[in-house]
């Protein structure tokens, strides 16, 4: 048995017919593990130690939107010693709150905890700038706040896609074209006046085919992939943002991609990541709480949610709580 504690968003915000951290609390409950909860703001560094204020969970075993899918068995304030693992599945913004806390849970790794994904491998990789690592797999890319060089880089491509480097669910993306009157408004609002760096990257036609997401476990790809279909008049394929969703096997360039990315993410710590590819062209490494886990499942006969805890099992079980 394990004692496995998440560090989640109010619990009442979680949508558990969709959410992946729901799923491997009931993959990890179905195995006889216990569960615990901690907020962002409970985390705290005492008497030399990172302690947080955690709940107790017990599922009720129920799975429909809406149903009242959990029991609070009570709170204490914990050394993060005292957990097998600790999964920091907080969702972003990554703002100066969320540097802290890797701040508090590298301390806690420091000290033996275990800590999914790892605080300095969540801070070095940033969702949307880290694909830069992977220059041979990227469509063309920019980031800048200075407006001349977006400008640039619209009559270059003719039309083009550009993000805050801080957003989730397709939050903040706009496509942009040469024939786009807004284009001055949507720079200024996205760099807030020159003032903040965003991406800007060439539009992929291959979207209407599906925003994929590869989900790597431990290093290694599930076997199927999410594709997140735009619906009609829109360039986003988030499923936050009305897209609808196939899942289907990794094409061969999906396993180059993952191949080679998969063992480079393993080493610095980062044991759960959804690669983005859009055609070709890998678009965003997402390491703050990537989900798609129940959508994968639903849709195929493989548990992703499994993966995940037979990973926690195997490597990362304490021996006197084999039991």
């Not at 989730?168 to 040469?178: I, L, Q």
């Not at 480079?264 to 997402?286: A, F």
Request: glycine share 8%; with cysteine; net charge negative.
């Amino acid at each position: 048995m394990m004692k496995l504690a998440f560090i989640l968003d109010q619990l009442s915000s979680i949508k558990i017919d969709k959410d992946s951290s729901f799923a491997m609390m009931l993959e990890a409950a179905s195995r006889g593990h216990q569960l615990f909860v901690i907020q962002q703001g409970d985390l705290a560094w005492k008497n030399g130690k990172t302690v947080g204020i955690s709940c107790a969970l017990e599922l009720t075993g129920q799975t429909v939107a809406g149903s009242n899918w959990y029991k609070d068995m009570g709170t204490a304030e914990v050394p993060l010693q005292e957990f097998d693992v600790v999964l920091m599945r907080k969702d972003p913004p990554f703002d100066m709150e969320y540097i802290y806390s890797t701040y508090l849970l590298e301390l806690a790794e420091k000290q033996g905890v275990c800590i999914i994904n790892s605080p300095q491998g969540l801070r070095d990789h940033n969702e949307k700038f880290s694909i830069a690592k992977f220059p041979q797999f990227i469509a063309p890319t920019l980031v800048t706040r200075k407006d001349n060089l977006i400008r640039e880089f619209l009559n270059e491509h003719d039309d083009i896609i550009l993000k805050p480097l801080d957003g989730m669910g397709g939050a903040g993306v706009f496509r942009v074209n040469s024939a786009n009157y807004n284009t001055s408004v949507i720079i200024e609002t996205l760099t807030h006046y020159g003032t903040e760096m965003i991406m800007a990257q060439r539009y992929i036609p291959e979207i209407s085919q599906g925003d994929k997401r590869i989900l790597l476990v431990g290093g290694k790809p599930a076997p199927y992939v999410l594709a997140r279909i735009p619906r009609k008049g829109e360039s986003r394929g988030n499923l936050a943002a009305g897209g609808s969703c196939v899942a289907q096997p990794l094409t061969s360039r999906d396993h180059e991609i993952a191949k080679a990315l998969g063992p480079y993410l393993y080493d610095q710590g980062l044991m759960l990541v959804g690669l983005d590819v859009i055609g070709d062209y890998l678009t965003e490494i997402n390491v703050t709480s990537p989900t798609c886990m129940q959508e994968i499942s639903n849709l195929t006969d493989f548990n992703v949610a499994g993966m995940m805890i037979d990973l926690l099992e195997k490597n990362y079980r304490s021996p006197d709580r084999n039991s």
